[in-house]
């Protein structure tokens, strides 16, 4: 059942870090927006992954001979975190960097309402149709039928590129050699854990790990033990699942991966409990609802970041967002992680063009899959830049009606002064 065409100022696609950013800085720009979500909740990963909690984003800098903080992450990203931490609906939070998945539904679903987003829950998109370099519009598969919506801008949030694959748009995946992505990993919670015990047996862990890996006993690749504290009492997450291998592109694919990670969930629950009296009264509390991507499409932008611009600490004139995560490559065949560290002080800008498709002029990308090389997108793939380059692709389709020039063809000068002026750093 199709239903017949709405018309919105902008689409946007995917409710997560990126696509709520986009929303929000378009509906203040003063357009119509949708949002589009296959998810009950907004958040994507941190909500729906349990991806926790939001990297780094700063680095030190010396100014009139004074060592300075400078947050490369601010404006929309300053905002929602200061709502995140200050949150009262759950209580406050003890790590502040860490994130609480159900205040972060509340506060999102809010902020949209405030600001006059259209949220359009259990929606998935099914389809893109091309009208030469533009997309004329999106079909959606909702439980009232396919819908159908009209845009002048279109904003790909999926994460995946999902919206510009299906347009049409070229990508890349993974690294060159073979095109295998970053591993992707289920995330759980143990409960019941005597944490302070736990926290003194880590090396006791990871050793027991090992001798149990190399015996054959643990299946799972990954060579450590991946855990963090959370603000629960008796409650631990892990990020330790590894499935490699696997296209997270392929929904085959991604689904024998989902039921693998259960499995290695399971294995590590049993690990733990069987051999660790801090582990002996565990239960098992939650793996995630959605198995996590780090890497998947990266769309061909009309310039693709590389790892030699951002190791070089290249700031771009068109710079609309900055980072300076690490390169941080869990591997995508075996056990290890390779990490790149930025020295203080040093940090890279994403040009704008990296957010457009070479093919289209009504369409922006933002979040993990823009365009980079699989080395550039290990670091600019964390959440505060993710939410950064959705704000980005927000104010872009804002400026592109008031200027009354498609998104592709807005000044980046004028772009990065409205985002200046909204309180992002830009570099
Ligand atoms: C295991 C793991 C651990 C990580 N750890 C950290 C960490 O500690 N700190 C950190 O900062 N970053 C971390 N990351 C990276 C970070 O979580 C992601 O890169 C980031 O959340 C991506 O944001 P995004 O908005 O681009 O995509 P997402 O957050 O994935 O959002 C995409 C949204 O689009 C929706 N969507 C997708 N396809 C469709 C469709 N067809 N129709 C409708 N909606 C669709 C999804 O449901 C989702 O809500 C981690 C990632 C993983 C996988």
Redesign the pocket.
């Known amino acids: 059942m199709t239903m017949s065409k709405q018309h919105f100022d902008l689409v946007v ?7 709520c950013a986009a929303a929000l800085s378009g509906a203040r720009g003063g357009m119509s927006v949708l949002l ?4 009950g909740s ?5 909500v ?2 349990l ?5 780094p984003f700063t680095t030190k800098v010396t100014e009139n001979g004074e060592e300075k903080t400078l947050a490369l992450s601010q404006g929309i990203f300053t905002e929602l975190f200061d709502a995140y931490k200050a949150d009262g609906f759950y209580g406050k939070q003890r790590d502040t960097r860490a994130i609480n998945a159900e205040s972060m539904k509340l506060i999102l679903d809010r902020k949209m309402r405030e600001a006059g987003v259209r949220v359009l829950f259990h ?4 389809g893109a149709a091309r009208e030469g370099r533009l997309v004329r519009s999106v079909s ?1 598969a909702t439980i009232g039928g396919i819908l159908e919506f009209e845009a002048d801008t279109f904003i790909d ?4 590129a ?1 919206l510009s694959a299906f347009a049409g748009v070229e990508f890349r995946l993974g690294r060159p050699a073979d095109s295998l992505c970053q591993p ?2 289920l ?1 759980f919670r143990l409960f019941n854990i005597d944490k302070e015990a736990l926290w003194k047996a880590r090396g006791e862990i990871q050793a027991l790990y090992k001798t149990f890996q190399d015996e054959g006993k643990i299946k799972n690749p990954r060579d450590n033990v991946l855990m963090f504290d959370t603000r629960l009492p008796g409650v631990v997450h892990f ?1 330790t699942t590894r499935i490699v291998k696997h296209d997270p592109t392929d929904p085959f694919a991604v689904s024998e991966a989902e039921a693998l990670a259960r499995e290695q969930a399971l294995e590590m629950f049993r690990f733990l409990k069987e051999n660790f009296d801090c582990c002996r009264n565990a239960e098992m509390m939650a793996t995630a609802p959605s198995i ?3 890497e998947s499409r990266m769309i061909e932008a009309r310039h693709v970041l590389t790892r030699d611009e951002i190791v070089a600490g290249t700031h771009f004139p068109d710079g609309i967002a900055a980072g300076n995560y690490d390169i941080d490559i869990h591997s995508p065949d075996g056990g290890g992680t390779s990490h790149y560290y930025f020295p203080p002080g040093v940090y890279y800008t994403i040009p704008y063009r990296s957010l457009l498709p070479r093919e289209f002029d009504n369409l922006v990308v ?4 823009i365009g980079a090389t699989h080395e550039a997108q290990a670091s600019i ?4 830049i ?1 939410v950064c380059t ?1 704000e980005a692709a927000g104010a872009a389709a804002a400026l592109a009606k008031e200027s009354n020039v498609a998104v592709a063809d807005v000044d980046a000068t004028l772009l990065r002064a409205r985002l200046r002026a909204g309180g992002a750093f830009v570099g």
């Not at 589009?36 to 998810?39: D, R």
């Not at 933002?366 to 899959?369: H, I, V």
């Open positions: 696609v995917g409710g997560g870090q990126a696509g589009v979500e296959a998810a907004l958040g994507g990963a941190a729906n992954g991806v926790t909690p939001f990297r929606a998935t998109l099914c959606v949030a999926t994460g995946d999902t992707m990993t995330c990020n996590g991507v780090r933002a979040g993990r899959c793939r964390i959440m505060p993710c959705g």
